[in-house]
């Protein structure tokens, strides 16, 4: 039977890393006595079975289980669920990483359009690409058009809602992708607008098609929130739009950035991937930022490479410094350090968007 593998890291002794590497592949299987289970061809085929341990020293082992195939069917929520569904509530264990069957990978499809159809879309060519937030929350459609038309006009690529803009009474979803569709036509730049996807299966379909009518290829959605199933089937169901993966609550369950947002989102659909970057508002390292920007991009089962988005309280001033962290092939995302210009905001957008144009890559 065919199987995918997962690679935990696990806190142990050396005396019991083999009884805990067991009992993980029993409880990432069948989650149960296996004196209780009748069925020999459970046991062969269905149960876990522990294919390696390695010290990776100070108490810490990597532990490799193989996992069968049938247990995930082709859902993605499943497929987490059989991969560290029961084990994400033990603390001693992290999912570091997993390897798939070409089907398994196969049935998700990843990125729509991926790096190269978003450099397309912006008419970027081979550039990194530059992106910011509306922000802050409390504002009308309106206001955020205006910010927007502003942005726009300092020569920005992509414009994404802040994570917490939904479909709130000052801001109702329709209303303000009709508004920013408009100001964006009427500036005359390029400019693509990425509005944040809420709510409900009905809710994210009904906002799809309003974003659609709008005349807008590319929305934002929140894996972790929404649900791998859901995002994985509003990715099927829409290969013409490009797909924005943010990673709020991605923090929660320990699974390693670099599997997380670079394999499992890309997996199922992300066409760019935001994530924290090193030395901003969160404590990611350089190595974690690295690892994802590599991932994401990496070849992988045949996928489309998705862009890396670093993010998190970036500045003007860190340009060059991440323009040579992450080479070209990434989407620079400044939000606040743009919008604290205020007056200004369209003349400090066109200096980072300046910035990123004029820099030579060594």
């Known amino acids: 039977m065919s199987r995918f593998h997962a690679i935990y890291h696990v806190r ?6 083999e009884a805990r590497a067991q009992a993980i592949a029993v409880e990432q299987s069948v989650e149960m006595p296996l004196s209780a289970i009748e069925d020999q061809s459970i046991l062969d085929e269905i149960v876990g079975k522990v294919e390696a341990i390695s010290d990776l020293g100070s108490g810490t082992f990597a532990v490799r289980i193989a996992l069968a195939r049938a247990t995930a069917g082709n859902d993605a929520g499943q497929l987490i669920n059989m991969l560290f569904g029961n084990t994400s509530l033990q603390e001693d264990a992290v999912l570091q990483d997993a390897e ?3 089907d398994v990978v196969a049935a998700f ?7 190269a159809g978003l450099r397309d879309r912006a008419g970027a060519g081979e550039r990194a690409l530059t992106c910011s937030a509306l922000k802050p929350q409390g504002l ?3 206001r955020l058009a205006d910010l927007a038309a502003r942005f726009a006009c300092g020569g920005i690529d992509y414009i994404k809602d802040d994570h917490g803009l939904a479909d709130q009474s000052y801001s109702p979803f329709a209303a303000r992708c009709e508004a920013v569709a408009k100001a964006l036509r009427e500036s005359g730049a390029h400019a693509r607008y990425v509005p944040s996807l809420t709510g409900d299966l ?5 906002q799809i098609a309003a974003a659609k009518s709008a005349g807008i290829d590319t929305v934002m959605v929140q894996p972790m929130i929404m649900g791998l199933s859901n ?4 990715v099927a169901e829409n290969r013409d739009l490009a797909f924005f993966a943010h990673p709020t609550l991605a923090g929660a369950a320990r699974i390693a950035p670099p599997f997380l947002f670079g394999k ?3 997996m199922l659909g992300a066409d760019a991937l935001v994530f924290p970057n090193h030395g901003g508002r969160f404590g990611y390292t350089p190595e974690t930022c690295r690892a994802i920007a590599g991932t994401a991009l990496a070849e992988w089962h045949g996928l489309k490479p998705a862009v890396p988005v670093p993010a998190g309280g970036m500045t003007i001033h860190r340009v060059a410094e991440m323009l040579d962290f992450y080479g070209s092939e990434v989407m620079l995302l400044i939000g606040g350090a743009l919008l604290e210009a205020r007056e200004r905001l369209t003349q400090e957008t066109a200096a980072f968007v300046e910035t990123v144009k004029g820099y030579r890559y060594g």
Do not use: E, H, Q
């Open 264 to 266: 499992v989102f890309r």
């Open 12 to 17: 142990s002794d050396a005396r019991s890393i």
């Open 231 to 234: 995002f994985s089937r509003l």
């Open 202 to 206: 009905d809710a994210l379909r009904a």
């Open 109 to 115: 499809g990843g990125p729509n359009t991926g790096l």
């Open 100 to 102: 798939f069957p070409d």
């Open 140 to 142: 009308s459609p309106a």
